[in-house]
C-alpha cells in the first residue's frame, strides 16, 4: 500500500478542531488527544521517547496524522507514521525527513482502512540517533480517526 501525502497546514486552530466526521485518538498514557513532545536521545539499553502510540478503540475506515513545529530552532530528523494491527503486524504509512520552521503544520492521510485487518494503534516515530543536532526540538502531534 503507498503511502499518500496530502496538503501543509498553518499552525493554530485548524489543528486543534476535527472535522465533523473525525474524532481525535487519545495518546497511551495521556489525557489529552494532542501530545507535545521534544526529541530526545537514542539509548543503546532502554527505552526513547520517539515513539507515541494513539489507541484506536472503534472502527475507523481513515486516519490522519497531524503535526506542528513548536522550537524556534530548525532541525532535521525523520517523522514516520505506522498502523498497527492487532494481530502484532504493521504497515509504514509515511517516511520522511523534515526541517520545519516554528508554527508550522503537516497533516498525513487520510489512510484508509486495511480490509480484513483490525487496528489498535497508531504510531508517530519522530527521532533518530543519526540527527543528533535534532536534540532538543520540540513538537506537538495528534491521530484522527474518521468514517
Known sequence: MAALTIG????GPALAQPAANCTFLMPIGGSEPVVSKRIGRGR???????NTDFIVDQPFSSYRFFFTATSTD???????????????TSLQLFNETMTP????????????????KRTSLMNFRIGSSSEPGA????????VQGCN
Open 74 to 88: 530548525q532541525a532535521s530528523y525523520p517523522v514516520q507514521g505506522f498502523m498497527r494491527f492487532t494481530d502484532e
Open 101 to 116: 520552521p516554528q508554527g508550522t503544520g503537516r497533516m498525513w492521510g487520510p489512510f484508509a482502512s486495511v480490509p480484513g
Open 8 to 11: 501543509v497546514m498553518a499552525a
Open 44 to 50: 543503546l539499553l532502554g527505552r526513547n521517547n520517539w
Open 135 to 142: 536534540l532538543g526540538f520540540s513538537y506537538r502531534i495528534s
